[in-house]
């Protein structure tokens, strides 16, 4: 089975800029959760989708933002691109329920550089 | 808000010695807890959960221990080898599907030959 796929890999952009990440999760998996990983912060939830409805946020500004489609496939959103926004950011999913109820599987990362 | 502190942030021991790493949580509605290991360069991968209603769990050479009262729990590696080398995240949450997911800042782990 093909793990969690993630694209671009890799990303520049300047400030002012936005972006769209794409995620496309396990095959079956419904719930598709985005992280942001910086060295100092560690990893932060950013926001969780299930049935193309998002169930939980965490403390990130308006500037970020995500939706999923009917193919559990998630993209999410960074809008008016500010430096503190470079980062890894990772997806993850699972077949349900929340973290707790399945175990997440991460991709391997976008890496996001604002100049 | 909610917190999860996580102790040391960083760690060398020995090959074939134990790695202990610690975590405090604020939330009381916590009761699943997670631990990840990723590797440079790679991915997060959940190597051992535990849930409230379990004070310890054992798979091979890594444990983990949980102290509801005191909202503390722990990753125990013993006999560490040099693929143990990464960096460790607790995390804590809900057991409601909508329960956020809050992740420790991490511990690099670096095992000495």
């Known amino acids: 089975k093909a793990g969690v796929t993630q694209t671009p890999r890799y990303l520049i952009k300047t400030r002012g800029q936005q972006v769209t990440l794409s995620c496309s999760p396990i095959?079956?998996?419904?719930?598709v959760s985005w992280y942001q990983q910086t060295p100092g912060q560690g990893l932060q939830f950013l926001f969780e989708?299930?049935?193309?409805?998002?169930?939980n946020k965490g403390n990130f500004p308006g500037r970020f933002s995500g939706r999923q489609f009917s193919n559990s496939r998630s993209e999410m959103n960074v809008s008016t691109l500010e430096l503190g926004d470079s980062a890894l950011y990772l997806c993850?999913?699972?077949?349900?329920?929340?973290?707790?109820?399945?175990?997440?599987?991460f991709g391997p990362g976008t890496r996001l550089t604002v100049l | 808000g909610e917190n999860v502190e996580q102790h040391p942030s960083t760690l060398s021991v020995q090959e074939g010695d134990s790695a202990v790493i610690k975590c405090t949580y604020s939330?009381?509605?916590?009761?699943?807890f997670p631990w990840y290991k990723q590797e440079l360069g790679k991915r997060p991968q959940l190597i051992i959960d535990?849930?409230?209603?379990?004070g310890e769990k054992k798979d091979q050479r890594i444990a983990v221990t949980l102290n509801k009262t005191a909202k503390h729990f722990s990753l125990h590696i013993t006999e560490t080898q040099p693929e143990d080398s990464a960096v460790y995240f607790c995390?804590?949450?809900?057991?409601?599907?909508?329960?956020?997911?809050?992740f420790g800042s991490g511990t690099r782990l670096s095992i000495r030959p």
């Open positions: 993850a999913s699972s077949l349900s329920g929340g973290p707790s109820y399945n175990e997440q599987f």
């Open positions: 095959s079956g998996h419904r719930s």
């Open positions: 989708y299930f049935s193309e409805t998002q169930r």
């Open positions: 939330d009381s509605a916590s009761n699943y």
């Open positions: 535990i849930r409230s209603n379990v």
């Open positions: 995390a804590a949450t809900g057991y409601s599907s909508a329960s956020k997911i809050i």
